[in-house]
């Protein structure tokens, strides 16, 4: 069964920048579409960005101009770069996947962000 595995978590000051990664442990090839979500206590999960197979990207409104969704298909890894880090970032960001052959969202476990004041 594909999974995905996100890394690159930590805590950071206000204005900082940290890269999040989400390794497929298939080929990348076998998503339709792949994004990145973020769930912040007591809140919903919502989008943060997504990339096709054909490298368009999709934003939030809440983080265009300061992240950037990126992918490596020899890596088979999704890269999420987030600069200019607000203390309303904080969240558990999780990787996202559509499984082409099973039409299934596979989801990862999800890492932590946390930026300070």
């Known amino acids: 069964q594909v999974q995905l595995v996100e890394s690159g978590g930590g805590l950071v000051q206000t204005g900082g920048s940290l890269r999040l990664s989400c390794a497929a442990s298939?080929?990348?090839?076998?998503?339709?579409?792949m994004g990145w979500y973020r769930q912040a206590p007591g809140k919903q999960r919502e989008l943060v960005a997504t990339?096709?197979?054909?490298?368009?990207?999709n934003y939030a409104d809440s983080v265009k101009g300061r992240f950037t969704i990126s992918r490596d298909n020899a890596k088979n890894t999704v890269y999420l770069q987030m600069n200019g880090l607000k203390p309303e970032d904080t969240a558990v960001y999780y990787c996202?996947?559509?499984?082409?052959?099973?039409?299934?969202?596979?989801w990862g476990q999800g890492t932590l962000v946390t930026v300070s004041a």
């Open positions: 996202n996947g559509n499984h082409r052959a099973s039409g299934l969202e596979i």
């Open positions: 990339i096709t197979l054909g490298g368009r990207t």
């Open positions: 298939g080929s990348i090839f076998s998503f339709n579409a």
